[in-house]
């Protein structure tokens, strides 16, 4: 019996989860207020405040969950590509860009990130939570593209960290200009030549190589 009260709560906790997502997509996050949330969910404001301190920690749960499924997805590549991280690397930027196209709750929570949150006031908090999983991200990159250095898959003088900060504000770029005009510009069928050009970029462009080493290294 304790066992499916622990299910039944973790189901009610994604619904309610599910239900926000979509409420902030459509209404803004600053006019979205808890209560809606609990009647679109068919919950009472309690069950919510059971689960969710506030509005703010309810939108860093939703940002901390698509976190999650980039690290279950990074397993999975790995398992499929043993011995090579660049095509790791490749096919989860390809991910990411298709998904925001074909897959309606990671769509949903890019369009809240980039138009439909205003940190300001009891969203601050959240704000610092997405800053520090934009740092880990840059610090996930930075660690793939070394591990492709090291399997000899990319230039041994790359500058790591300014490619990493290079190849997530790409990427970033993309989505939220697509999610503001998805009539502009299609990028599903773009997403694999934009990771590409990406790719090229870190292996050929001069400015991401590190000058001093190649000046020791002669």
Not at 35 to 52: E, L, M, N, S
Not at 177 to 184: F, I, K, Q, Y
Request: glycine share 4%; hydrophobic share 40%; with cysteine.
């Amino acid at each position: 019996m304790a066992r499916k009260t622990k299910q039944q709560a973790r189901e009610t906790r994604q619904h309610i989860l599910n239900v926000a997502m979509r409420l902030f997509s459509q209404q803004g996050v600053s006019s979205t207020s808890l209560a809606q949330i609990a009647q679109a969910a068919g919950v009472t404001r309690g069950a919510i405040y059971w689960h969710f301190k506030n509005k703010s920690d309810l939108l860093s749960e939703i940002w901390a969950l698509s976190e999650s499924s980039i690290g279950d997805l990074e397993s999975e590549y790995r398992a499929k590509f043993p011995g090579d991280p660049l095509s790791v690397l490749r096919e989860i930027l390809v991910y990411v860009l298709e998904a925001t196209v074909l897959e309606e709750r990671r769509r949903l929570l890019m369009e809240i990130i980039y138009h439909k949150c205003e940190f300001v006031g009891e969203m601050a908090a959240a704000q610092e939570a997405q800053r520090s999983m934009c740092l880990e991200s840059y610090d996930r990159i930075e660690q793939a593209l070394n591990q492709c250095k090291e399997s000899n898959m990319l230039p041994a003088d790359l500058l790591t960290r300014r490619a990493a900060v290079l190849i997530r504000s790409y990427i970033s770029g993309l989505m939220e200009n697509w999610l503001l005009a998805p009539h502009s510009f299609d990028l599903k069928s773009e997403a694999r030549s934009y990771v590409a050009i990406l790719l090229e970029m870190c292996q050929y462009c001069p400015t991401l190589r590190d000058r001093g080493a190649l000046a020791l290294e002669a």
